[in-house]
């Protein structure tokens, strides 16, 4: 079956079965590699993406849920060339470790700064709560966050976009 | 990919050295990464010159730096990335010490074909053994070049110096490095003496310098082992048995084999896998697998109840740790005596385990996110019984690797899988169950301490036992592999056997550092392993340090004295007094009383008792109504030597300090005599952003000139003993069992 998805942009059609998970799709038919297998069961948030402004567990979303929505991956955050707000603040915090579980962290983030640009400390910390990461890299995080907030800001000041 | 360089044919005899005991080689075995961590008999070591780090066991400077004709740097290490930023920090070392820009420089990582071998990549010793043998060899290099140049230029070296990848003459005439390279011979060995830049001139080692490998991170760049795609791949899974031990006793595949898009089910003994052509295939697959798969009880696991306390009872083999004074029958003031525990607990990447191979031409080549490329070379050839040249193990990353988890199985099992259908590079995931269920953990261990107090107030005796497993059953063997044991003609796992080593395995850190004069230490040997188990992150020194730390403070408390000071008071090494010291003073240590449910904990370790020294200061909130703890503040001082990368010590410390604080506050494997029951993150929970310190901060001593001494463990034994001090200080109730879960804490404190 053909299912028809937009991902950072770009409208796709896809032929998987429709109860495929989201995840699948985007990593061996599109061949993106932002959203990560962790646990399949929707505990670990490292395959997070975002749908229409929303958080999503790809490894738990089957495809056809999504025929006519707008899926963003981090490769929808920007490039290793123009990284985007989020990508820079993390690069700029040094904010990863082994880095398996930051573009989940990333898009979770990227969805809480779309609506409040200005969350602060506490707000991202609550937000984050059900991405999980191992390497313990979790006050970095925060700051890249933080500093991405910030970035946002600025470039919606200087008439940039907020992405 | 098939291109094979010229083997030195030493290697494979200096591989096997690294397990070897004879102590006066000790210097050479350390090279090989993982004294105390490696088993097996050597054949006798060659005397070799002492050349620093693993040059003692790969002389050639070429082995380790290549440049070209048009002067393009390749720079090869047998160290492997695992997330704890060692790529940045021999590039920043090779930088500095050839004068070129670190942009400028292709750093290629562990990989049997290309980099020398280096063992594994564990035990804090990549920038010891790898950083310091490509620090002498650019050193050295550089002084080649320049040489190079003063002959061709018919003038003394010493009136050239080195400057960005030339080198430059007095009248600003320059030569660059791929014109004297071309004319050089670089084939040659190093010498045990190389001119170092002083400390004063550095321009890259000891900056922050930015990690090379964090912005392919953000963007969903191609990195890890689990984003290779290769032309014609194929998906595939494994079935596990339901406890270990269980064979395969039938199997109707037919209906697997009809499902969509499955290309083969691999059955070869008890191994079980099947592969398909999209990954989702492979997956669903694998369910309807898994529910035909018919197979034998198999092992019964222990009973949970009292398991920790059963572990006494075990048979077991006594290694002395340590002895000196008397053991017994010093006259005591008082004398504080307890039993210290922990779990089995898992490694636990974020990402399960996998692996990518092909089989073809006789070949197989194994991506791989193993700590050891050569180890797992030799266990994937014996394993499948082809000589070792026929198989190329290249390391990728994963997932965080703090220890010995999936990853050599996962390479295995993509190994065997890839002989099933040749010229199709295979890429084989574990699920997460399979990870939580199947990786070997992190020894349950128990210890007891006596110690005892004279009048002043000093320590004058201290008797600790522990029991507990080895720590490592890695590779090397076919017999360490999943996969291995489940063929037709099972590889069995090689008995464990006691050693002791400076550094330690079960036993690391069981020595106190502190001044004491009447000591014995006892490592019980537990050679039979309820489940299986292996290297995680510090080995013992995780409880030794625990239990030594929580000592202290109660000594401490027995003599009356505040526990900062009480440690000064038994510490002589100055490095040690110095991290103590500036821990303290950090975080603001005081006796100020603080609010209610409140508490400040510190603990101190030299990691091995000869590696990184660190002390910290934590604080600690106790909610009485639950018994939750959670972690607010902390400071901590390392000392890592001279300092290559400080952000990058950083990074690894505040990392190991919040992965140890979850060890201690939430882990353990949970298991009934039927399987382990801990197969996922509710099960096993670990620790969320909500109970995430406010802050970690790490200061830095300045060692100037001082060898290097390793970062990435240096956190984990303090941490859980600070975090008991800190508890005993808000509630006044000591927790001696690893982990502090919420209901521990609230029946210590009698709510």
């Avoid at chain 1, 985007?26 to 932002?34: Q, S």
């Avoid at chain 2, 010493?158 to 030339?166: K, S, W, Y």
């Avoid at chain 2, 000064?568 to 007094?577: I, K, N, Q, T």
Wanted: glycine content about 10%; some cysteine.
């Amino acid at each position: 079956m053909t299912v028809t998805l937009s991902v950072n942009g770009t409208t796709h059609r896809i032929d998987a079965d429709p109860e495929t998970p989201l995840l699948y799709v985007l990593r061996d038919n599109l061949e993106l590699n932002g959203a990560k297998f962790g646990c399949g069961i929707g505990q670990c948030g490292s395959c997070t993406v975002m749908v229409d402004g929303e958080a999503v567990l790809s490894c738990i979303t089957p495809v056809l849920l999504l025929e006519g929505r707008k899926v963003t991956t981090v490769e929808g955050l920007g490039t290793l060339e123009k990284p985007g707000p989020m990508q820079q603040a993390f690069i700029e915090e040094q904010a990863a470790q082994c880095g398996y579980c930051i573009p989940g962290m990333m898009m979770r983030a990227q969805v809480l700064l779309q609506a409040d640009p200005a969350a602060g400390e506490a707000a991202i910390r609550a937000h984050l709560e059900p991405n999980l990461c191992r390497c313990g890299t979790h006050v970095r995080i925060v700051k890249a966050v933080m500093r991405a907030g910030e970035l946002i800001r600025q470039n919606s000041q200087s008439g940039g976009g907020a992405t | 990919m098939t291109s094979h360089d010229v083997k030195n044919p030493t290697r494979r005899g200096v591989l096997a050295a690294g397990g070897s005991l004879v102590v006066s080689f000790s210097l050479l075995s350390r090279a090989f990464g993982q004294e105390g961590e490696v088993q097996g008999t050597a054949p006798p070591a060659q005397p070799k010159p002492k050349l620093p780090g693993s040059l003692s066991g790969e002389p050639f400077l070429d082995a380790w730096i290549k440049i070209d004709a048009k002067g393009e740097v390749s720079v090869f290490t047998g160290k492997a990335e695992l997330g704890q930023g060692v790529k940045t920090a021999i590039i920043q070392v090779a930088a500095e010490e050839l004068e070129v820009d670190p942009g400028a420089i292709r750093l290629i990582t562990a990989d049997t074909d290309r980099t020398p071998d280096e063992g594994y990549t564990a035990g804090s010793q990549s920038m010891q053994n790898s950083g310091t043998a490509i620090r002498h060899a650019a050193a050295q290099m550089r002084e080649i070049l320049i040489a190079q140049a003063a002959a061709q230029w018919q003038v003394p070296p010493d009136q050239l110096r080195a400057e960005n990848g030339t080198v430059v003459k007095r009248d600003g005439q320059t030569l660059d490095y791929g014109t004297l390279a071309s004319a050089a011979n670089l084939h040659v060995e190093a010498t045990p003496q190389s001119r170092l830049k002083p400390t004063g001139s550095f321009k890259v080692m000891g900056q922050p310098m930015r990690r090379v490998d964090i912005p392919a991170k953000v963007t969903g760049t191609p990195i890890y082992v689990q984003d290779i795609r290769l032309p014609g791949m194929v998906h595939a899974r494994v079935v596990r048995p339901p406890r270990p031990g269980a064979t395969l006793t039938a199997l109707d595949a037919a209906a697997v084999e009809r499902l969509p898009g499955v290309i083969a089910v691999v059955r070869n003994g008890s191994f079980l896998a099947v592969v398909a052509e999209r990954e989702f295939q492979a997956i669903r697959a694998m369910l309807l697998l898994e529910s035909v798969a018919q197979w034998s009880e198999g092992r019964k696991l222990p009973k949970p109840e009292n398991f920790i306390q059963s572990l006494k009872t075990l048979p077991s083999q006594d290694g002395v740790v340590s002895e000196k004074g008397q053991a017994t029958g010093i006259p005591a003031a008082k004398t504080f005596e307890a039993t210290f525990t922990r779990p089995y607990q898992i490694h636990g990447s974020i990402g399960p385990s996998c692996a990518v191979a092909l089989f073809e031409n006789g070949t197989t080549t194994v991506w791989s996110h193993t700590q050891g490329v050569y180890p797992d070379r030799s266990a994937i050839s014996e394993m499948l019984g082809v000589p070792p040249e026929q198989v190329r193990v290249i390391h990728v990353e994963g997932s965080g690797c703090y220890g010995h988890n999936g990853a050599d199985d996962a390479a295995a099992d993509a190994a065997l899988i890839a002989q099933a259908v040749p010229g199709r590079p295979v890429r084989l995931q574990w699920m997460r169950e399979q990870e939580h269920a199947w990786e070997p953990y992190g020894p349950a261990m128990l210890t007891e301490v006596r110690a005892s107090l004279d009048e002043a107030g000093r320590i004058v005796s201290w008797n600790y036992d522990l029991w507990s497993n080895t720590h490592t059953t890695r590779p090397g063997p076919a017999g360490s592999l999943v996969a291995a044991n489940s063929l037709p003609t099972p590889f069995q796992p090689p008995a464990a056997k006691l050693s002791i080593t400076p550094s330690g395995n079960g036993d690391r850190n069981a020595v106190p550092l502190y001044a004491i004069p009447n000591m014995r230490v006892i490592w019980h040997f537990l050679p039979e392993m309820p489940l299986r188990v292996s290297a995680l992150r510090a080995l013992g020194a995780y409880v030794n340090v625990f239990a030594i730390e929580s000592t202290m403070d109660e000594l401490a408390v027995m003599a009356g004295v505040d526990p900062v000071e009480f440690r000064l008071r038994h510490m002589e090494d100055p490095r040690g007094r110095a991290v103590i010291e500036a821990a303290a003073e950090g975080f603001g240590w005081s006796r100020d009383p603080l609010p209610e449910g409140r508490g400040r904990g510190f603990a101190f370790a030299r990691y091995k008792n000869l590696a990184a020294y660190l002390a910290m200061a934590l604080e600690i909130e106790v909610e009485r109504e639950t018994g939750r703890s959670r972690v607010v503040r902390v400071v901590a001082a390392i000392d890592s030597g001279e300092v290559v990368n400080p952000d990058g010590i950083r990074n690894q410390t505040e990392g190991g300090i919040i992965q140890a604080a979850s060890w201690t506050l939430y882990e353990a494997v949970t298991f009934d005599e039927s399987g382990i029951t801990s197969v996922d993150w509710s099960s096993y929970p670990i620790m969320r952003f909500g109970a995430v310190p406010e802050s970690v901060e790490v200061r830095i001593m300045d060692r100037p000139g001082e060898p290097f001494l390793g970062t990435g463990e240096a956190a984990q034994g303090p941490t859980p003993a600070a975090i008991g001090n800190a508890i005993r200080h808000a509630t006044g109730k000591r927790l001696y069992d690893i982990p502090f879960r919420a209901e521990r804490v609230k029946a210590a404190i009698g709510v």
